[in-house]
Structure formats: C-alpha cells, structure tokens
C-alpha cells in the first residue's frame, strides 16, 4: 500500500494586511475523500486561508501542495486548474442564465462555425447531474430555482471543473433540513469518488454529522487538527473561543407570569401564507418558533411588524387593539424587528457604523430636522462602548466589519429605541461562536428586564438554550405549543419540527 | 431551437407582441381613412425606425451588460456632420471611413472611462452627449451640410438594394448581427453574465471590463453608422439629427422585455419594441396630432406599455 497523497498541504502560512498579521504560520493538510471541517470565529483566519487558496489573496510566506505537488496559485483561474473548486457562500451564478448555460458559462461547447450550441451543454450538463444522483432541469434559468438547488448547480460546476478539491463556505446557511440531508447525500458521494472537501462553518452539529476531521484556527494560528471521533464539542467550542464559558447556553429555568395582560395577543391573524394565526405573549418572556424553511416563520415576525399587509385578525398589544400598517406603526407600538437578512434588511452597509447606529433614532439627535453631529457622535460611542463592537471605530464603514460585529449594531440601533418587544429573525445566522454566546445572554438579559422576545431561528439548541416556550410552525399555521420545561432534548423537539410522530 | 424559442415564450417576454398586434389593429381601423394600411406608409414605418432600430439592437448588448449609453444620439448627429463635410472635399470611401472613425474614437473614449477607470457609463455617456453635440454644432456653425455624392445617398438610406428599401436592409442585417451575438456567440454569453453577476463572471474568468468596453465601442460604431444613415436619408449631415434616439432606443429595448438592470436581453423583442414606437409615431401623426400632443400620447403609451410588460 503507498502513502496516500494528501489533496491539499498548506504549509506554514502567513499573511498580513496593512501590517496586522492575519494568518500566522498556518499549517493545514486535507486528505483525499475526506470531509475537513475548518472552524473558528470571524475574523480567526479561515477565510482568508480559503481566499489564499483559491488564488483570490496572495500569501506572503509559506507553500501550498496540491495532491502532492508544489503549487503557485495566484488567480482564481490557477485554483481552478489545480483542481480546487469553490462553493460560494455568496452564489456565484448568473440568474438569468439556464443550468447549464451557467455550468458552461465561458467554456460553451461550440460548433464548427464557432457558435455556441445549447444543445451540446444541455447534454452533457445532463450528464454531470447523472452522475451525482441529482434530480434538475438543466434548461431552467436559475432565477427560478430555489437556493438549495442554486447551491447544488454551483457544486456540479465545480465537479465540471474536474475539482479534486471542493471548498464550501456555510454551505447550510439557507437549507432547510431536507435540503441539508440532500446536500450531505451529495458530499458523501463526491468523498466516495476521491473528492477533498474543505467544510468552513460555524455549525458544530453539521461539523459532527458530516465530517472527518477538524482543524480550528483562532487570531490566525492554527490550535489544532482532530479526529471528529476523537473530539467533543465542547472541546471544539473551547479551542474555538480560547475561553471556557460554553456553559453559558445552558437551560434557563425563570417561571413566566402568565396570568396578567399579554403584551402582544394575536387572534386569528392571516397575511400571505399565514392562516388563523393565534398566541399570546407575555412580558418578560423569550417565545421561539421553531419551522422548517418556508413554514412562515420569517412571514410572521414581518405581519406583526407591519412589513406585510395582513388580511384579517388582530393584534393587540398590552391590551390595545392596534392596526399596523408599515414600521412606523409597530416602532410606535413598541416593536423592534431585527432582521434575517442583516446585509439587505438590518444595514446600509456602505454607510458608517455612526450613521446605521443611529438611523432608527434620527428623530434624537437632530433639531428641527437638522442633525446634531456632536449628538450624533456621543450617542455612537456610547452604544459602541456598550454593545462591545469591535473596532471601536464609528466613522469606519459597516461592511468592514466581522457577521458578529455587524449584527451587535444591528442590536445597538434597535435597542437605542427602547422597544418593549423585539422579534428577533435568525440572530445568530454567521455570527462567530464567541458573539453568539453573547447575542443569548442579551436576550436573556432583555427579558429579565421585562421585554417580549420572539425569536425565530433554524438552530434548536439555541432556541432550547433560551427560550419560556417554542411554537412549532408547518405551512403557514401554529401547529403545535410547547413549554420549555416540558421538552426533554434536541431530539424530543426535532421530532417534532419534522413532524414525525 | 425547439427549446430556445419554448424558453423566449413567457408572458413578460411575449407581452411585446401582444402591445404590437393590439396597437396595430387599433391603428387599423381608426386610421383606415387616412392610408395606414397602404404598403407606401407601412414601408415608410421600417423605413422612419430604422435609425432607432439599430441603435436599440446596440443597446441591448449595451443594458444587457448592465450599462447605458445615453450619447448614441449625439453621436449619430455628430458622425452626420463629419461625414456631409468630409464628402465635400473627398470620395465615397474617405467619407464612409470618418463615419466609422468617428463612432470608434467615441467608442473607445467612452469604454476606457468606464472599463478602465470605473466611473458610471450614465455619467460617461451624458458628458459624451453634450460634448458629441457641441462639437457637432461647433464645425458646422449649426448650419446643415449638404451630402451631394449620389453613391452616398443611395447606399445609406436613400436607394433600394434590388427589390428592397435600403434602410429595410439595413435595419434586417443589424436584427440579424445582434441576434446572432446574443444568443450564439461567446460574447453575447458574456455580455448577459457580465450584467447577470459581475461578480460570479469574474469568477469564471470572464475578463467583464474588457466586455464592458467592447459593448460600449460597439454601441458608438452602431451610433455613428445610425448617423450615416440620417445623413444619407435627408442627403443632409446637420447636428440635430438623432437628438434624443437615445431615450427612443432604450424604450425598445425595455419594450421588448429586457431588463433594464442587465443580465438579460432579447433582439427579436428589441426589433418590435422599435417598431411599436415607430407604429405609434406614424399613427400620431397620421391621425394629425400637433407635435405637442404627439408627445404626449407617445409618453402615456410607453410608460402604459412598460407598466403592462412589468406586471406578471
């Protein structure tokens, strides 16, 4: 038997920008047909390894092997043929493109007067698809896909390349279970035909699910490389954070007073694809609703919040009957809504971290609608002081910030109105495990201090971290409420999320 | 081909033929008295787009890449007077060439500004649209030039080749070359992924500056052939001509159900989508509005159609 060849050697690594060292004499190896995971938190180096390895930044020290053999890699064309493909977490398709116009996008098979043949591309397109089991039409623009089947048209491309090396970033962050349960399927199958797969995220139950093994960066040096089966969690937690507070998630017991007057109660509401909708929510407490991808989830934090129209039903909030028409009505009632989407919805992201922190709260810092710049900047410090956002700096543009960092302004800004309900929408979606602990003690913090929380989110355990009580969402309808205390396990409520009885 | 036209058929896409045939038949029978119908005037339809026919083929590619070039008809005035002054002292081919020379320099002046040093074409094109007319105005002290040379008209515009108007053939050959350039040439594949997701065209090592460039060399060409053509039409080259063909071309092409944010494109709806408004310029003028009226009705007409197409 030989050595098996390793897919990728990234020996010794360094890198700086503008002087600051982001990646300091890295080492990381993955095998042929293995799943590697790649963990850390932002801002910890992992990105700008993969960015390194797929020819987008150049390294300024160190050596890169690909199946054994010295590489230079210094475009993204040079990765490509090299064999290392890249799942974008961002997609990288061009929608009004078909399947396989998008597979063979720049490389279209062509006829003998040099015109491009879409039958020729749909075919063989067909025939990559074949052969990884998947089931699509290769002549449906992929405007109309949904995103798992973007993501896996993105894969196939990468396949088509000949990829020996597949890198995919958060490649789970808008599946829905079953979408996920394909998307292993498929790994699986690529690591049965040779295929390395670099698994950058943040998700230690996919890490346990799906991988191989584990190699944590954090403030840009490699901590360790482990077997999956020969690691917990917890001990990847703690080589992620350095720290060793990931108890912090645990079980909040508080009993909630639900005899008084609700602060919100929603009777009958529909709007979209929500049907006769009815909870009541009541101070002080942290309500979840839990739902696979589509079940309106997201549709009914945005029908209270006056995003969209409702049809018929009532909202009424401590008591009152309230009709909201937009945001400017539920941020009057006392709502805050911090987005699923934080790039599109939470942040104007060209702007400065001063100028987001304080767009919900112009009315504060300005005199007859002229702004109070001196105002402007006291109140910014103190809610960057306060919500801990790093770099302390308010007149450095938003997008230059960590996930973690952008979504503590999101927090900032909409805490800076004092709501007394907030409604949370995936809070924690590619946020750093470190800022996530974080996030969760806020919202417990929230409701001690006498808030309403509803929080939607697709990870259960954090739901069960803190959450009074869970409402189970399917097709658009509650079906199901249940009290914390009376769920036993991850397991007990997955079960029941799925349906499965 | 069976799929390529199957995909071309949905109700955004298809509305422009629906707007075509519905305003025809209105024109019709409202304007049955007044000649609408005769073959001369339907002739003269083709014949009167023309111009704004190949400028909204160029277009497309133009706002398919997601960019604009809001010079073209300035352009078009500007190639009309080099080439009437140029033909004065020289011959045929000397004159031809200026035209082209003239789409080129514009051409390229626009495509560096926007490809190389990455300021929006809006902004390029709207100075270029100034400047294109002022220089226009400048060497012909606002005075028409008379194009003299026969050849000359009788090639662009004025004659026939065989059997067909001149300006028919020439709109024919643009609607061919741009169709075949969109949908089966690797750069029209570009053009559509370059204004699809700049991003992810880069990634497939599409070089989108350099396409970004071409285009917008390709639209000013187009341009100044546009202007050649008003030249040899009204056998006159004056700085007017083609003043406001740009916003004209744009209104085909969203017509004819491209998107105006790049990323798609489609020639064949470009062509009816210049038809249908040189349709509703002939109605209007058939049915004797005064021009302010026609203005009017031709504005409330193309925000309608749009409005209509946007709807699913």
């Known amino acids: 038997m030989t050595q098996p060849v390793n897919a990728v050697e990234m020996n010794n690594i360094s890198k700086s920008f503008f002087g600051t060292k982001v990646l300091n004499d890295v080492s990381f190896v993955v095998r042929a047909g293995e799943i590697h995971a790649l963990a850390g938190e932002n801002g910890a180096g992992k990105s700008t390894l993969m960015k390194i390895l797929q020819g987008v930044y150049q390294k300024d020290a160190g050596e890169i092997r690909v199946a054994g053999e010295s590489k230079k890699i210094e475009s993204f064309a040079d990765a490509l043929a090299s064999g290392i493909g890249m799942v974008f977490q961002e997609f990288s398709l061009v929608p009004d493109l078909t399947v396989a116009q998008n597979i063979f996008l720049n490389r279209e098979p062509k006829n003998k007067f040099g015109m491009i043949t879409d039958n020729a591309s749909v075919k063989q397109a067909r025939e990559i698809l074949a052969n990884l089991d998947l089931d699509l039409d290769v002549t449906a623009k992929v405007r109309t896909l949904g995103r798992a089947y973007q993501q896996l048209t993105e894969i196939a491309k990468a396949i088509s390349f000949n990829a020996k090396v597949l890198i995919l970033d958060e490649p789970t962050a808008s599946l829905a279970k079953h979408e996920v349960e394909a998307l292993f399927k498929l790994l699986k199958k690529l690591t049965s035909q040779g295929v390395a797969i670099i698994y950058v995220s943040h998700r230690m139950d996919e890490i346990f699910t799906i991988c191989d093994r584990i190699t944590v960066l954090r403030d840009g040096k490699m901590i360790a490389t482990s077997n999956i089966s020969e690691i917990t969690g917890e001990e990847v937690i703690s080589q992620i954070t350095g720290r060793h507070d990931v108890q912090a998630l645990e079980v909040d017991h508080t009993e909630i007073d639900r005899s008084g007057v609700p602060a919100v109660k929603v009777t009958d509401l529909s709007a979209g694809p929500l049907k006769n909708i009815n909870f009541e929510l009541f101070p002080g407490e942290i309500l979840g609703i839990a739902g696979l991808m589509g079940s309106g989830r997201t549709e009914l934090l945005r029908a209270l919040f006056g995003m969209d129209r409702k049809e018929s039903g009532e909202i009424a909030i401590g008591g009152t009957h309230v009709d909201i028409r937009g945001a400017q009505d539920a941020m009057r009632s006392g709502m805050a809504l911090i987005p699923e989407d934080r790039r599109r919805q939470g942040l104007v992201m060209e702007h400065t971290v001063s100028s987001n922190l304080v767009a919900t709260n112009l009315r504060s810092v300005s005199h007859l609608n002229f702004l109070d710049f001196s105002k402007i900047n006291r109140l910014s410090s103190e809610m960057i002081q306060k919500f801990e956002i790093r770099p302390a700096e308010p007149n450095r543009q938003v997008k230059l910030l960590s996930g973690g960092n952008q979504q503590k302004v999101v927090f900032a800004k909409w805490m800076a109105t004092n709501p007394s309900i907030v409604l949370l929408d995936e809070p924690t979606v590619g946020v750093d495990i470190g800022t996530k602990i974080e996030i969760m003690k806020f919202v417990r913090g929230l409701a001690a201090e006498g808030k309403s929380i509803i929080i939607v989110s697709s990870e259960l355990p954090e739901l069960l971290s803190v959450c009074h009580r869970i409402l189970i969402m399917k097709n658009g309808e509650i079906k199901e409420e249940v009290l914390r205390a009376d769920i036993e396990s991850e397991d007990h409520l997955q079960v029941i999320v799925q349906g499965i009885k | ?312």
Not at chain 2, 1 to 29: Q, T
Not at chain 2, 154 to 173: E, R
Not at chain 2, 190 to 195: D, V
Request: glycine share 12%.
């Open chain 2, 1 to 312: 081909m069976k799929s390529l036209l199957s995909r071309k058929i949905d109700w955004r896409a298809s509305f422009i033929y629906w707007m075509f045939g519905l305003v025809f038949i209105l024109f019709a029978i409202l304007l049955h008295g007044d000649g609408f119908l005769q073959t001369t005037n339907l002739v003269n339809i083709f014949r009167q787009t023309a111009t704004i026919t190949i400028m909204a083929v160029a277009m497309t590619l133009v706002i398919g890449s997601a960019e604009i070039d809001l010079s073209i008809g300035s352009v078009a005035g500007l190639s009309s007077v080099c080439v009437a002054l140029v033909l004065q002292h020289a011959n045929l081919a000397v004159g031809i060439l200026t035209g082209i020379a003239v789409g080129l320099v514009v051409g390229a002046i626009n495509g560096i500004l926007v490809a190389r040093f990455g300021i929006p074409s809006f902004l390029v094109t709207l100075g270029m649209q100034g400047i294109a007319s002022g220089v226009a105005a400048l060497i012909t002290n606002f005075a028409p030039i008379p194009v003299l040379n026969n050849h000359y008209n009788s090639i662009f515009g004025s004659g026939n080749f065989g059997k067909f108007p001149g300006l028919l053939v020439w709109s024919f050959v643009f609607v061919f070359l741009g169709w075949v350039t969109l949908t089966k040439t690797t750069f029209g594949r570009r053009i559509l992924a370059t204004g699809g997701n700049r991003d992810a065209a880069e990634f497939n090592g599409i070089n989108t500056k350099k396409i970004k460039f071409y285009v917008l060399l390709i639209s000013s060409l187009v341009a100044a052939i546009a202007g050649m053509l008003y030249a040899g039409r009204l056998q006159t080259g004056r700085y007017e001509f083609g003043v406001g063909d740009e916003l004209s071309a744009i209104a085909a092409v969203i017509l004819g159900g491209t998107s105006l944010f790049g990323g798609s494109g489609t020639i064949v709806g470009t062509f009816v989508g210049a038809l249908l408004v040189g349709l509703i310029n002939n109605g209007l003028i058939l049915a004797g509005l005064p021009v302010s009226e026609q203005q009017i009705v031709r504005g409330m007409i193309i925000i309608l159609a749009v409005a209509l197409a946007k709807k699913k």
